[in-house]
Each structure stands twice: as C-alpha cells, then as structure tokens.
C-alpha cells in the first residue's frame, strides 16, 4: 500500500501562486509516475500535470506555462508549483501515484482562487 498527502492549498488572489506537495509513503517501488489532477465543483477529474521516475512531464493544455511539476525521489515527495492563478482553477486538487498496475489517490486539497 501506498499513502499520499498532500498539502499547500488555499486561498489566494487571482494572479497569484501556490506551491502544492504531495509527500509519498508506503510500498513505493522504484519506478513510478506520480501527477496531479483536480475536480472543480460540478465538474469530472481532470489531469493537470504528470511526471514519470526518468523525470518526463506531460501537462494540461490550460496550465502550460503557469504550472511546474517536480519530484524529489529521495524524499519521495511530489510539488507543484502554480503561477498566474485564475479563477478557473478553483478545483480539489488531488496526487496521484502510479506503480505498475497500481494507482493511488491523495485525499485532496482545496485551492481557491478569488478575489
């Protein structure tokens, strides 16, 4: 099993930044994808942002350029770091772990963008 907790979200004025992590325990194995998506209210998950174990990064369309996904392996732990945040990122925005056939899913954390 593998536990995921994330933490960073909040309350923030259009334009601004958060920095979101995701901290990794359990039976991590060494090559693993971890990413981020996020669930608006009335809205489907949707992915925002992945990065594999050789460190390739895939993101969504409307985060390019304002988002960064990164890791650090030996702390097993996963950020995000958002810039330029507009209102239409108002979403729970979840970690996601990924090992083989295996998926796991973070509780969630609130980021709320407004003025």
Known sequence: QVQ????????VQPG?????????SGSIRRLYTMGWYRQAPGKQREAVATITSGISTNYADSVKDRFTIS???AKNTLYLQMRR???E???IYYCYLRQGPDAYWGQGTQVTVSS
């Open 16 to 24: 601004g930044s958060l920095r979101l992590s995701c901290e990794a």
């Open 71 to 73: 890791r650090d392996n």
């Open 89 to 91: 990122d108002t979403a």
């Open 85 to 87: 945040l507009a209102p």
């Open 4 to 11: 995921l907790v994330e933490s960073g979200g909040g309350l």
